[in-house]
């Protein structure tokens, strides 16, 4: 049994098997599941587990080269915006359509508890050498 790291099961496999710009998502409760993506629902109740909890989690577990980000969290979430933007100063910010859009070539979509407003990024696998 794993003493450290993402617990999951389901996570720590998809994790495994990610290769380099391969993307995962991380999202609120609201966000809609493309059919066909895989779903790994962790909201157990309104507001938790949030979307911080869980991002600080993968990125402990996860080497991440770029991040995306709807650019409406830039006004409609503003303690969100600005915890991602320090973990990841170059994202790159598209609209919330465009985001889902992107959606769709997720390798799996993390879905977490959390209820504010455009707490969804897409974030892209690094390499670790």
């Known amino acids: 049994m794993k003493k450290q790291g993402i617990l999951?099961?389901?996570l720590a496999g998809i994790f495994a098997k990610l290769g380099h710009t391969d993307q995962i998502v991380?999202?609120?409760?609201?966000?809609?599941?493309?059919n066909g993506v895989t779903c790994i629902d962790l909201a157990?109740?309104?507001?938790?587990?949030?979307?911080?909890?869980?991002?600080?989690?993968?990125?402990?577990?996860?080497?991440?080269?770029?991040?995306?980000l709807?650019?409406?969290?830039k006004t409609g979430n503003s303690h969100?915006?600005?915890?991602?933007?320090?973990?990841?100063?170059?994202?790159?910010?598209?609209?919330?359509e465009q985001f889902k859009e992107q959606t769709k070539k997720a390798?799996?979509?993390?879905?977490?508890g959390e209820t504010t407003p455009y707490a969804n990024v897409i974030l892209q696998s690094g390499v670790i050498f």
């Not at 991380?26 to 493309?34: E, K, S, T």
């Not at 390798?107 to 977490?112: A, D, Q, S, Y």
């Open 8 to 10: 999951n099961r389901e």
């Open 26 to 34: 991380i999202a609120d409760c609201g966000l809609p599941i493309p």
């Open 44 to 68: 157990y109740k309104l507001g938790e587990p949030s979307f911080l909890t869980i991002l600080d989690t993968v990125l402990d577990d996860l080497e991440v080269e770029h991040a995306y």
């Open 70 to 73: 709807a650019e409406e969290i």
């Open 80 to 96: 969100v915006y600005g915890v991602v933007q320090k973990k990841f100063p170059q994202s790159t910010y598209i609209t919330h």
């Open 107 to 112: 390798k799996v979509i993390i879905r977490t």
